[in-house]
């Protein structure tokens, strides 16, 4: 049993080139979640996806979008990449309502 | 929406010894309240979680509390083991089925042997 499953686990970006991390999960969970973590900020909420179908923002979504592709699949992009999105990225599902959220290894993207 | 703030950022204690971290949260209406230990260089795990309808819940070294009228939550660790050393983050979520897990900031405990 994989959980969820993040791709790259580490990337290098010039600053204005974009690209995309994949997240899937195989536990069937109907919310999928991404996080960026950056030294003393903790886990800061960039998008959520309560259900297959729907998206919206959270506390730091700009400069990225997000595609829920199917009920597995949750998909982040960087449309043109900055320092500041230097960070460690983690993927989360859970189901709906007060449950566990699982986490991904997480991506450390770095951008020069 | 939510938000959570975390006391203390950083925490040394002595093997043996217990560790107390705690959590504010600001909507009254979240319901649910996990903790997870985050080790250096892997993903956070859940160790333990709490529910707005109990006080309390213990899993043997480690307990949590929830005061919902002060609308803040607690983790206790006793006995502290030199593996505990790592960082520990609270969570908060509201009821709704749309609504995401919020977190606070994070402390760094280390157990000092």
Redesign the interface.
């Known amino acids: 049993n994989a959980g969820v499953t993040q791709t790259p686990k580490f990337q290098v970006l010039k600053t204005g080139q974009s690209m995309t991390l994949q997240c899937a999960q195989d536990m069937n969970h109907?919310?999928m979640?991404w996080?960026r973590q950056d030294p003393?900020?903790?886990?800061?909420?960039i998008y959520?996806s309560?259900?297959e179908g729907?998206t919206?923002k959270?506390?730091v979504p700009n400069g990225y979008n997000v595609s829920r592709l199917n009920k597995r699949e949750f998909s982040l992009r960087l449309e043109s990449a900055a320092p500041s999105q230097t960070s460690v990225y983690?993927c989360?599902s859970?189901e709906?309502?007060?449950?566990?959220?699982f986490?991904?290894?997480?991506t450390r993207l770095t951008v020069v | 929406?939510e938000n959570v703030e975390?006391h203390p950022?950083t925490l040394s204690v002595q093997e043996g010894d217990s560790a107390v971290i705690k959590c504010t949260y600001s909507d009254s209406a979240s319901?649910?309240f996990?903790w997870y230990k985050q080790e250096l260089g892997?993903?956070?795990?859940?160790i333990i979680?709490i529910?707005s309808n109990v006080g309390e819940k213990k899993d043997q070294r480690i307990a949590v509390t929830l005061n919902k009228t002060a609308k803040h939550f607690s983790l206790h660790i006793t006995e502290t083991q030199p593996e505990d050393s790592a960082v520990y983050?609270c969570a908060a979520?509201g009821?709704?089925?749309?609504?995401?897990?919020?977190?606070?900031?994070?402390t760094r405990l280390s157990v000092i042997a």
């Open positions: 109907n919310s979640y996080y003393g900020m903790g886990l800061r909420l959520y309560a259900s729907t919206d959270g506390e983690f989360a859970s709906q309502g007060g449950t566990e959220a986490f991904g290894q997480g | 929406g975390q950022s319901n649910y996990p892997k993903r956070p795990q859940l979680d529910r983050f979520r009821p709704s089925g749309n609504t995401p897990l919020v977190f606070g900031k994070g």
